[in-house]
């Protein structure tokens, strides 16, 4: 079995692409015990974001993996096969590395990643699909994370997708606090951009959710109202910024829905940020004049502010991770000899055992103990060095007595 990483994100695949990709939260642990008993794997996690979808997995071969990601989707390998990275062994370990110390984001050191790496962990652990090597790697991948941001400036003047929503927003409107706020959704990123806007001071913020008690629970924690997702049809034209991020597989904000809002609006501007993967919003929409529809790949334009600094720290940030990756894998090859060492230990307790019993017996007859310990010292080291004295024997190099030489440290001079 060997160590894979295999899957798609931003840099790969547009969105469409994607959102077709995106696993169900909650079926997560059935996919995850459907993969690894139907297939060659053995261990197994995924991480589905809005961004990725990435699976870890231990496997004869990559490709029983990644057939499966793409039936399980319902799509033709064909049309997944183009945007799928499979990465081995230490490429692997490198991959994560740097996922959850934020490298390989959209916006470079965002720190949820790390958040969601952590959940897809527990995910795969309460499913029983994280065996001893996935978990020591996760657990070095979160090590590594916490060493690059607490010992780099990867995380300073950091551009959350949160932050660049507002920046979106005030691309429109010169200043937001004139604006009203529809959010839909009351996950991590729809409070995270709450809590932005919120510090802008608009004039309104309401949280459209399809739990009530949640979705109020959440405006309240930002002097906000709250509304049943039934009622965003009726009232979307009360507000110039509708951020969405819901975890429906269907669009939930329609052409002709917005279209009449528009109208409402006597076609003053609005601006929409689709956060979803699914998209929420029809890409339709984008096409209508008053509209201003952004989503996750529109973001990577706005991240310019706080670059230098972070893309300096990379730098150093790739050294510790080069070093890192290096350590574990020296762990995995670690691992690879215990089966020998303990074969190697098993069979020297057999031949101590052996030997005792028989000088033992030699005692219990009679016989002289200086004498029976010589025996079973002499017996006892022969055995032992039998099998290295074959084999320098039987071989013709160097290496074989070189081997021995260090093992036995037979020229401590040197």
């Known amino acids: ?41 053995r261990e197994a996690a995924i991480l589905s974001t809005c961004n990725r979808t990435e699976l870890y997995c231990t496997a004869e071969a990559p490709e029983t993996a990644a057939q499966w990601l793409a039936e399980y989707h319902q799509l033709p390998p064909q049309k997944v096969s183009p945007y799928l990275y499979t990465l081995p062994s230490r490429d692997a370990v490198r991959h994560m590395f740097r996922v959850a110390s934020g490298l390989d984001s959209m916006v470079l050191g965002e720190p949820q990643i790390l958040g969601q790496m952590k959940q897809a962990a527990r995910v795969a652990e309460d499913a029983g699909t994280l065996g001893a090597l996935l ?36 691309r429109i409107f010169e200043n937001v606090a004139d604006q009203k706020v529809l959010f839909i959704g ?14 802008r001071r608009p004039r309104r913020i309401t949280i459209a959710n399809r739990t009530a008690e949640r979705g109020a629970a959440l405006a309240a924690r930002f002097g906000g109202d709250a509304m049943r997702l039934d009622e965003i049809g009726e009232q979307m034209a009360e507000y110039d910024v509708v951020v969405s991020c819901t975890a429906s597989p269907l669009p939930i904000i329609g052409l002709g829905m917005v ?5 409402a609006r006597r076609h003053r501007p609005m601006v929409m940020v689709d956060l979803a993967v699914p998209r929420d919003v029809e890409p339709e929409i984008a096409a209508l004049d008053d509209v201003f529809l952004y989503t996750l ?23 510790i991770i080069t070093s890192r990756v290096d350590g574990f894998l020296n762990w995995i090859a670690s691992r690879e000899t215990v089966p020998t060492i303990r074969a190697l230990r098993d069979s020297g307790e057999r031949m101590r055992r052996r030997e005792v019993e028989r000088a033992l017996k030699l005692l219990a007859r009679g016989e002289d103990s200086q004498r029976v310990l010589e025996a079973l010292s002499h017996r006892l080291a022969n055995k032992l060095l039998h099998g290295p004295t074959v084999a320098l024997h039987q071989t013709d190099g160097t290496r074989m007595a070189e081997a021995v030489a260090r093992i036995y440290r037979l020229h401590p001079e040197e």
């Open 186 to 199: 009351a996950g991590e990123m729809i409070e995270l951009c709450a809590a932005h806007f919120s510090a």
């Open 135 to 170: 978990h020591k790697l996760f657990q070095k991948t979160f090590s590594v994370a916490k060493e690059v941001r607490s010992t780099t400036a990867i995380g300073a003047n950091i551009v959350s997708m949160a932050a660049a929503t507002v920046h979106l927003a005030e």
């Open 297 to 319: 790949d529109d973001l990577g334009s706005i991240v310019e502010s706080g670059m230098e600094s972070r893309e300096r720290a990379v730098v150093e940030a790739e050294a």
């Open 1 to 41: 079995m060997q160590l894979y990483a295999l899957g798609l994100n931003h840099h790969t695949a547009p969105l469409a692409v994607r959102e077709q990709m995106v696993f169900d939260p909650l079926r997560l642990p059935q996919a995850l015990a459907e993969l690894t008993r139907a297939r060659e794997v």
């Open 259 to 263: 279209e009449r809002a528009i109208r």
